[in-house]
């Protein structure tokens, strides 16, 4: 690791895209602390407990806390990509064929997610200031009425898109994907506030010697299933199945050797992430009905089932976990492009014919490995939410499977562009 460390900093190339990152997260993290023109931010403070509120402030990087212009984060883009993904599976013609024409349609696709992710954060900023309002104890918005709302909204839609863009630039000129490093630079930023407050309550608040020596060992309890569970991500995050694979040389008989890896979770965090911004959808629609149909049963009954804090929100959410690990690990490696790729560059699987068999022989592997993976994302992200609601845990421990998922996913994939591009500077080539 010190290694590692060390040549970052003598590589001219990667200490600058190292450096941009920590600029542009400085950046983010400074626009997390404007709050929003008219808005009683203190009010926030009543709303924490909230569901919605804490699915928000994870993926609006902490933001929401003070009902920032950043509040909204990265999660309208995510809810985008989701949509457009979702369309480009036959749904929409134009969307199919763009998906197949390499980096032109690939900006294609990418304008029109930065289309409906303007749309997506117009409608959940509005709904959210109205909810979250009719929710507050001591009003958030001071001067309630439609112009209000507007203005708020156009503002928290510039912050959403200004935070995509940030994070657009760190993907390009700096290290790791600048989206998932925005939710985790969040995640990170609140992780010596909690565990402050954690240690306050359990150790310095306490009077009464047994409850402070058992409030001692609950947290050290804590922290060695925290750091078991770190280990356990990492390990199932870096699991690979290697796939032997020859190539054949027309010319001679000489057969090349190599292999190809399929992780166990191809998608890595992601069908989390989408698996919430799911759950926000609805709860978000909720919100900005509260005011006028809370006390309809209609309304009672949607609240609880998408409420992450009921066992029927807890199933929606793993049913949602485990199906997007499926989907997503199929955009990542498509089985039928594969296959095409092998047949092109005279490869083959052995015991495999080359063509739909190869097709079908890497799907099915996939669908067995994505199978474990998805149990292990829904048993992390779900764990946490299940001990917070059955032993009455702290609210900010529900969204801990979540957020540590979160945090090691990304610092697992910035961690390997970084060796990769050390790497790469390292290697001379014959030519010189």
């Avoid at 990265?74 to 980096?103: C, H, N, R």
């Avoid at 709302?149 to 959403?160: P, Q, R």
């Avoid at 409850?211 to 690979?240: D, H, K, P, R």
Wanted: proline share 4%; net charge positive.
């Amino acid at each position: 690791m010190f290694t590692t460390l060390k040549a970052v900093f003598q590589d001219k190339d990667v200490r600058s895209r190292i450096l941009f990152t920590l600029g542009m997260l400085i950046v983010f993290r400074l626009g997390t602390h404007i709050t929003v023109p008219g808005v009683n931010a203190q009010a926030i403070n009543t709303l924490v407990n909230s569901g919605l509120f804490g699915l928000l402030n994870t993926f609006g990087g902490g933001a929401l806390h003070n009902y920032s212009i950043f509040s909204l984060g990265v999660s309208p883009y995510i809810t985008a990509q989701i949509v457009v993904q979702l369309l480009q599976m036959d749904i929409v013609p134009a969307f199919t064929e763009w998906s197949k024409q390499g980096e032109v349609g690939r900006r294609k696709l990418n304008k029109w997610t930065r289309y409906l992710s303007v749309l997506v954060s117009f409608f959940q900023a509005i709904a959210i200031s109205v909810g979250f309002n009719s929710l507050s104890q001591f009003g958030l918005i001071k001067d309630p009425g439609m112009l209000t709302y507007c203005i708020i909204a156009l503002v928290m839609t510039a912050g959403s898109m200004l935070v995509v863009w940030i994070g657009e630039q760190i993907t390009q000129f700096g290290i790791g994907n600048g989206v998932s490093l925005i939710i985790f630079s969040g995640i990170v930023a609140r992780i010596p506030g909690e565990v402050l407050t954690a240690v306050k309550k359990g150790l310095i608040d306490v009077t009464d010697q047994a409850q402070l020596t058992q409030n001692a060992i609950f947290g050290g309890i804590f922290a060695l299933v925290a750091l078991l569970l770190i280990i356990l991500v990492v390990y199932v995050n870096q699991a690979e199945r290697r796939i032997p694979v020859r190539y054949s040389k027309r010319a001679s008989t000489v057969v090349e050797q190599s292999h190809m890896p399929l992780k166990i979770n191809s998608a890595g965090v992601i069908p989390v992430i989408f698996a919430s911004s799911i759950i926000m959808v609805p709860q978000t629609v909720l919100s900005l009905l509260s005011a006028q149909f809370s006390d309809a049963a209609w309304f009672k009954t949607a609240e609880t089932v998408f409420n992450l804090e009921q066992p029927i929100g807890m199933t929606i959410y793993a049913v949602t976990i485990v199906l997007f690990t499926f989907f997503y690990a199929h955009i990542q490696i498509n089985p039928e492009r594969v296959a095409e790729n092998f047949q092109k560059s005279g490869a083959y699987i052995p015991s495999v014919r080359p063509g739909l068999p190869t097709e079908r022989y890497i799907s099915k592997m996939l669908n067995r490995l994505s199978s474990v993976g998805s149990l292990f994302l829904m048993m992390i992200a779900i764990l946490p939410l299940m001990g917070s609601y059955f032993f009455d845990l702290p609210r900010t421990i529900g969204l801990g499977g979540t957020s540590l998922l979160i945090v090691v996913g990304v610092a697992l994939d910035t961690a390997k562009q970084i060796e990769g591009r050390l790497i790469k500077r390292r290697y001379v080539g014959f030519i010189r």
